[in-house]
């Protein structure tokens, strides 16, 4: 399956608000005195503020065997690292940023789901987190994958619509 939906979506929705950015080939990882950094996604740049983005495609609801999931938002630790590795070396001006586009698997447009995107044949819901605030609210998932999540409720009280950040708009819904 073509896991890379997720990244070109979000690139449509910056395309079609014109913010500027660049996109970032992920070949091989960088590296610094310390060694390898986990890449991210995209730096964004807005106004004057600078955002440095990783995309986490997530289905929703996500099936997980009988149960559907919600609000889906597991990330690998090596990802909040290197996202910290990254702000620190880009400097004062660059923030990280979680984008989540969330892959509708039922139908949007509704009050309870709108679709902030529609590309290729599919709807997303895309809101954001700074990653620093999903670091103080994060808990270990698994120790084997060191993964990491925040607890549904709290998840939906730092999540905002991608437009509050990187337009300054409060967006749809």
């Known amino acids: 399956m073509d896991h890379h939906h997720y990244e070109r979506a979000f690139e449509s929705w910056l395309r079609q608000r014109r913010v500027p950015y660049v996109a970032i080939e992920q070949v091989r990882r960088s590296a610094d ?34 149960r559907e999931t919600w ?36 139908p949007a447009g509704g009050p309870a789901v709108p679709a902030t995107l529609s590309f290729d044949g599919r709807d997303y819901l895309l809101v954001a987190v700074p990653v620093r605030k999903f670091a103080e609210h994060c808990r270990r ?24 950040f990187i337009t300054g708009a409060a967006g749809p819904g």
Request: no cysteine.
């Open 33 to 66: 005195k310390d060694g390898p950094i986990k890449s991210f996604d995209f730096l964004v740049h807005s106004g004057r503020r600078h955002w440095v983005v990783d995309v986490k495609g997530k289905r929703f609801p996500a099936a997980s065997g009988t």
């Open 71 to 106: 609000w889906e938002n597991w990330i690998h630790l090596a990802d909040i690292e290197g996202l910290f590795a990254w702000e620190q070396h880009f400097g004062a001006g660059y923030e990280a940023l979680l984008v989540y586009a969330y892959w509708l698997q039922i």
């Open 141 to 164: 998932r698994s120790t084997r994958w060191k993964a990491v999540h925040v607890p549904e409720k709290t998840f939906t009280k730092l999540i905002r619509p991608v437009d509050f």
